[in-house]
């Protein structure tokens, strides 16, 4: 399936969908450590608020509701407008979540601009993988994997320099740098060009979709991601028989 695939995209757009594929997985390294760097700021909160460790950890809880329950919504939004808007708004999400968290002075305001946070990692997320399964149907597993491997890397990457300025400058101040780091990579990633290329059927009439052949092999079927029927290669309409 992956050798019959391969050769029907369009050459104008192989180098465009490795660079997606790059770009993804640089955005997602970059929202891991609104998840996996949580742990590192409780006592800190817990300390500069004065509530209970509980009420720190329900601020995480929320984080994770509405970064996952939201996802099919954002994934839905990410094929109507496409990603670079959605990607853009998700970078800006992040850093504003983690700058105004360093600034927040009571619970309240904590769990809001945290959850915010959570609200643009989820769009990252469910957009960077949904981009590596529409641009690879050749290599969905592998690109996939690369691309949520990313998450976890990016924490592997940056938990020791966010642990030595918390100590050294305290929680608020990282979570503003941070905040303005994180932000910023995953917002250039969804901005570069290859992310404002809009599909040209004329040229590049299989590169999103899968294919099928029928029983007597003498015609295709291209389906999904873009599809609307039976085509050849190069765009011609076929009967399905």
Known sequence: MAESIAPLIHPSRIVNRWAQLIAGIIAMMAIANLQYAWTLFTKPMQSHLHVTLTAIQGIFSLFILV?????????????RIGPRLMLGAGGILVGLGWIFSGQAETLRGLYFWYCLGGVGAGIVYGGTIGNALKWFPDHRGLCVGLTAGAYG????????????????????????????????????????????????????????????????????????????GPTQPHGRLLPYR
């Open 67 to 79: 970064e996952t329950w939201l996802v099919p919504f954002e994934g839905y939004l990410v094929d």
């Open 153 to 228: 890397i990016g924490t592997a990457l940056t938990v020791a320099p966010i642990d030595k300025m918390i100590r050294a400058s305290g929680y608020q101040h990282t979570l503003v740098v941070w905040g303005i780091i994180q932000g910023f990579v995953v917002l250039n990633q969804a901005t570069r060009p290859q992310f404002g290329r809009g599909h040209d059927p004329s040229a590049d009439a299989a590169s999103t979709l899968l294919l099928c052949h029928l029983p007597d092999d003498d015609h295709v079927v291209f389906r999904g991601l873009g599809g609307h």
